[in-house]
């Protein structure tokens, strides 16, 4: 997508927010080179703040090749947050419901027509005590079998400074300034899954290669070697009101 077709609402949140970034934070962007120039592809970033979104589409932007997001279909009933998602075109994931399917049909056709689209494999902020990326989701491994399209590695650090995750008081710490650093990395090399069938194990594989490859841009990012194991989070299960059967119903009556 070039910058002239970047569109009305993605240029109002530029005008409304980059101002803001550059006066609270310094800025360290690495690797711009590696986002591709023209053509469909698909970016992978880690995910340690509730401003990461911000500050790697602060960077995209000014690529000129705007990411299209999957996220919550929450986000988009909230005011003019939600009409930003809906403007921009943003995709939708509705969680365990029919319509599933739908956030990954819809990226497949994005990349396919030359977008970029932006995932966040681990779906949820990272649970990794120091902050490492943890074990992917297989999304962006599904898109990336089915368009061949290239696989850009994002790393970001920084912005969990100003706001860290699931702190209990979720106060903004915008001083002193805090950098914000964000390094692409060159294509993940998927060529050889290709051609083979995308099981379950083979999304496994290739969502494990392109973890890889974000984990080593954040360790040299933070001069640090990563965990030997990547942490994997289990979501608690969810309690459900038990129904009371028919015979129940007529006691309580």
Request: with cysteine; charged share 25%.
């Amino acid at each position: 997508m070039s910058r002239r077709r970047i569109g009305f609402w993605y240029r109002f949140a530029a005008f409304s927010v980059k101002p803001v970034l550059r006066i609270f934070f310094k800025r360290d962007w690495r690797g711009m080179h590696h986002i591709p120039a023209e053509g469909g592809f698909i970016t992978a970033v880690n995910h340690n703040s509730y401003l990461d979104p911000l500050s790697y589409g602060h960077y995209q932007y000014n690529t000129g090749r705007v990411p299209r997001f999957l996220a919550k279909n929450a986000l988009f009933q909230h005011g003019l947050v939600g009409r930003f998602m809906r403007g921009a075109r943003q995709i939708p994931v509705y969680r365990e419901t029919s319509e599933a399917s739908d956030a990954y049909r819809a990226a497949v056709a994005a990349v396919r027509e030359g977008e970029c689209v932006a995932f966040y494999p681990e779906g949820t902020l990272t649970r990794d005590p120091n902050l490492w990326p943890m074990e992917g989701k297989t999304g962006a491994a599904r898109v990336a079998m089915a368009t061949r399209a290239p696989v850009i590695p994002i790393a970001q650090w920084g912005a969990h400074r100003a706001m860290p995750p699931y702190a209990k008081e979720r106060r903004v710490r915008l001083l002193p300034r805090k950098t914000l650093v964000v390094a692409a990395g060159e294509p993940v090399d998927l060529t050889e899954f290709y051609d083979r069938e995308p099981t379950a194990e083979l999304l496994r594989e290739v969502t494990d290669r392109i973890m890889d490859a974000i984990t080593t841009l954040l360790a040299e990012i933070r001069e640090e070697p990563p965990p030997a194991q990547r942490f994997v989070y289990r979501r608690p299960p969810v309690e459900r009101p038990v129904q009371p059967s028919e015979p129940d119903k007529e006691k309580a009556e």
